[in-house]
């Protein structure tokens, strides 16, 4: 598969699939989850943070979306990933939770979909030049917001 970035907000991509998904005519195979890292600040932030910030640890939230044709016909794959910081934490505080949780598309709007357009990386995988034709029709779509009987 070859992986092409897609220049069109996040933001929109998943608003169109909300919409398709209220009006019955969502044709697509959809997972989301949400993840939790937990990294060690870099040093240049600590020292803005003062001596007291040593223990503390940076808590990243992972959003992950997949759109893929039903059965996985047309070659293609639609992911948005997001990393949101949650901040920072101590060890002693409440560990973020291990693994991915899968959650609903309006659990991903409300978790992941920011109004900063480049806080999420959109990105395509195609088979082949049939796959990436197939998602330009979908995209074509999603640009125009076209919804049902539209497309």
Known sequence: METYPVDLDASQIVRWLIEEQRRGTLQFSITATRSYVVEAF?????DQMGEDAADLNDVL????LEVRPPNGKNGWLLR???????????PEDEDAPDGEEEID???FE???IKPDPDAAEVSLEAENAHGKASFTKLFNHMLRNEHG???
Not at 61 to 64: D, E, R, V
Not at 80 to 90: M, S
């Open 42 to 46: 870099e040093r240049a932030d600590l």
């Open 61 to 64: 939230a992972i959003g992950a």
């Open 80 to 90: 948005i990933r997001v990393e949101d910081r949650v901040g920072p934490r101590l």
């Open 105 to 107: 598309l309006q659990a």
């Open 110 to 112: 409300a978790d992941f």
């Open 149 to 151: 009987a539209k497309r």
